[in-house]
Structures are given as C-alpha cells and as structure tokens.
C-alpha cells in the first residue's frame, strides 16, 4: 500500500504558476504509475494528467495540454503537476493518485487507480 500527500496548492492571479508535488510513502514509488484529477466545486473529478511509472509516458487532458507538466523523480518518491498560465477555470481541489504498474502504460481512467492524495485547493482570480 502507498500513501500519497498532495502540496502546492494557494492562491494565484490568472496567468500565474503554481507546482504541486505528490509525496509518496509506504511503497517503492517506481513500481506505481501516477495520475492527476481535479475536481471543482458543483462538478465531477476529472482528469488532468498521467505519467507512467518510468516517466516515459504522459498524457495531458485537453484542457491543460500546454500549459501544465506532469513530471516524476522516483529517487524522492514524490511526483509533480507543474501549472503555468493558470486561469480561473482550474480552480479546484487536485489530487493525486497511483496504481501498481510496472509497464510504460498511463491510466487516464479514476476508476483504474487504486490510492488517492486528500487533495490540495488550488484558487486562480480573475
């Protein structure tokens, strides 16, 4: 079992910058693919991106495609969303979350993943 803490989250003017960063524990972080969702308030949790458990692999929502990274340094078993030119359309709670895998697969699916962060506020004013 893994343990995942988001950070990063606060307060940013639209056009501004922000990186979140996963901590993991609990298991070693290279055999788990990881994914970021978000969820703002009256909506469903969506999708933003995903990245395999190598690194080697990603895949971006539409949405963000551009404008954020999603990146990963299993030596510090800690993955990161690194957001620029932010709008006031990404605001939301975001989470991350991972699954076992040990093949160059990305999950874009919620439903494949197995362990969830708590989550971290993100706000951008207009």
């Known amino acids: 079992q893994v343990q995942l803490v988001e950070s990063g989250g606060g307060l940013v003017q639209a056009g501004g910058s922000l990186r979140l960063s996963c901590a993991a524990s609990?298991?070693?972080?290279?055999?788990?693919?990881m994914g970021w969702f978000r969820q703002a308030p009256g909506k469903e949790r969506e999708f933003v991106a995903a990245?395999?458990?190598?690194?080697?692999?990603?895949y971006y929502a539409d949405s963000v495609k551009g404008r954020f990274t999603i990146s990963r340094d299993n030596a510090k078993n800690t993955g990161y969303l690194q957001m620029n030119s932010l709008k006031p359309e990404d605001t939301a709670v975001y989470f991350c979350a991972a699954r076992p895998s040990t093949s160059s697969n990305y999950y874009v699916s919620q439903r494949l993943y197995d362990y969830w962060g708590q989550g971290t506020q993100v706000t951008v004013s207009s």
């Open positions: 990245i395999s458990w190598s690194g080697g692999a990603t």
């Open positions: 609990g298991r070693t972080f290279n055999n788990y693919a």
